[in-house]
């Protein structure tokens, strides 16, 4: 289908309503922008990373490798259609999949890390070293939770309601009343 006389506004609303109604899409989607800005995963950490978006068995629950290999086959025709080449490495310390002749992490997720390393502020590094283990180990688990709390009440936000006002689809698509 030749999608080039539809406005790109348009484009990216039925996008984002497919997103939301149908999960093969969704997890395409969410593989490809995960690609562009990180390289050289493995299977088991996409699969940590989509089940982190989408939920757990988001791949299914019976046959779900052939569910990822088949996703990943779409992904890479997708990528290549954009002028990227996905492909794998089985080399020992960098193993799994990349965009070739692509810096390890995109221009912009370099961006927020040298953002995140410059706020960084020494004395508190200073404290933090002659802290006991258990301290530092209770302070860690501290952000861990703080983080899991927030990503947790943005999933529920998110799955409360839609743009729309309507409830989230359900797993066949409908409408939930």
Same mark, same amino acid.
């Given at each position: 289908?030749?999608?080039?006389?539809?406005?790109?506004?348009?484009?990216?609303?039925?996008?984002?309503?497919?997103?939301?109604?149908?999960?093969?899409?969704?997890?395409?989607?969410?593989?490809?922008?995960?690609?562009?800005?990180?390289?050289?995963?493995?299977?088991?950490?996409?699969?940590?990373?989509?089940?982190?978006?989408?939920?757990?068995?988001?791949?299914?629950?019976?046959?779900?490798?052939?569910?990822?290999?088949?996703?990943?086959?779409?992904?890479?025709?997708?990528?290549? +259609? %954009?002028?990227?080449?996905?492909? $794998?490495?089985?080399? #020992?310390?960098?193993?799994?999949?990349?965009?070739?002749?692509? @810096? &390890?992490?995109?221009?912009?997720?370099?961006?927020?890390?040298?953002?995140?390393?410059?706020?960084?502020?020494?004395?508190?590094?200073?404290?933090?070293?002659?802290?006991?283990?258990?301290?530092?180990?209770?302070?860690?688990?501290?952000?861990?939770? +703080? %983080?899991?709390?927030?990503?947790? $009440?943005?999933?529920? #936000?998110?799955?409360?309601?839609?743009?729309?006002?309507?409830? @989230? &689809?359900?797993?066949?698509?409908?409408?939930?009343?």
């Amino acid at each position: 289908m030749d999608t080039s006389s539809i406005p790109k506004k348009a484009l990216e609303s039925l996008l984002q309503d497919a997103l939301e109604r149908d999960p093969v899409t969704a997890r395409r989607t969410h593989l490809v922008k995960i690609l562009l800005h990180e390289r050289y995963l493995s299977r088991p950490q996409l699969t940590a990373r989509m089940e982190g978006l989408l939920g757990k068995g988001c791949f299914g629950e019976s046959a779900w490798e052939d569910t990822f290999y088949r996703d990943m086959r779409i992904v890479k025709k997708a990528l290549q +259609a %954009a002028g990227y080449r996905l492909k $794998y490495s089985r080399r #020992a310390g960098r193993p799994g999949y990349y965009l070739y002749q692509q @810096p &390890a992490v995109s221009a912009e997720l370099a961006e927020i890390l040298a953002q995140s390393v410059a706020e960084v502020d020494p004395a508190q590094i200073r404290i933090w070293r002659g802290m006991p283990p258990a301290e530092r180990f209770r302070l860690g688990c501290s952000v861990t939770d +703080a %983080a899991h709390k927030a990503v947790t $009440y943005r999933q529920a #936000a998110v799955t409360r309601t839609r743009p729309d006002g309507n409830k @989230p &689809a359900g797993p066949a698509g409908e409408m939930k009343p």
